[in-house]
């Protein structure tokens, strides 16, 4: 089956600082990417979604600038949070889309800010 | 509005069957997914519905009613392993993910 993979599993960063998280799909070209945050015993939120070459479209209540989400290849979609603050800890999971409707999701990272 | 709504939780024994139901209102229907998502890991994909009936994967099954916006997930022979949160998400006219809060499910031995 196909497969995403998400870099980091995890990490810890400082309140202020910015956190880079990356999504690949490693044997499919992802004309779709998905960013769901998900917080302790709830369902997935999803954040915004993103099409390869243009800007992603985000869901009410998501704040772009501090979400910045870069979709620059069919096999890459990077998402920074800006500025993270402890309510941001989370885990945050991306999902990719071919030319079907079923998405294949990452391994999720888990974000703490302390 | 849209509208998933699934159980918050069940338990079940091993060994036994239980299912899992998934009522859904939304605007246009192409199709439902049923995901499971084991506690701090993503969702893995279990079934896909698009027409109405039953399909039947070894010990899983997804049943779908178009017209009465119903999907239910069987699960034979229950494990220990199949507990975890059971996920239904509806594909609407904008072919957009809907998703359910999700239904837990516990497993006693």
């Known amino acids: 089956g196909a497969v995403v993979s998400q870099h980091p599993s995890w990490v810890i960063c400082k309140s202020g600082t910015s956190v880079k998280i990356e999504c690949r799909s490693l044997?499919?070209?992802?004309?779709?990417m998905f960013w769901y945050r998900q917080f302790p015993k709830q369902s997935l939120m999803l954040m915004a979604t993103s099409n390869e070459g243009s800007k992603a479209t985000y869901e009410q209540g998501v704040e772009k600038d501090k979400f910045l989400i870069n979709h620059a290849s069919l096999t890459l979609s990077t998402l920074t949070v800006t500025s993270a603050h402890p309510e941001d800890s989370s885990f945050y999971i991306c999902?990719?889309?071919?030319?079907?409707?079923?998405?294949?999701f990452g391994p999720g990272t888990r974000l703490t800010v302390t | 509005g849209q509208n998933i709504d699934q159980p918050t939780e069940m338990t079940a024994t091993e060994g036994a069957i239980v299912q899992i139901n998934c009522t859904y209102q939304t605007s246009g229907f192409n199709g439902l997914f049923w995901y499971q998502q084991h506690a701090g890991e993503a969702p893995t994909f279990l079934s896909y519905?698009?027409l109405d009936g039953l399909e039947e994967k070894g010990r899983f099954s997804s049943f779908l009613s178009r017209s009465k916006g119903y999907s239910y997930l069987l699960l034979k022979e229950l494990q220990m392993k199949d507990s975890a949160s059971y996920l239904c998400?509806?594909?609407?006219?904008?072919?957009?993910?809907?998703w359910g809060a999700g239904t837990k499910l516990i497993i006693k031995p």
């Open positions: 999902s990719a889309r071919e030319a079907d409707y079923e998405q294949y």
């Open positions: 044997d499919f070209q992802a004309t779709t």
């Open positions: 519905n698009v």
């Open positions: 998400a509806v594909v609407d006219s904008n072919y957009q993910l809907i």
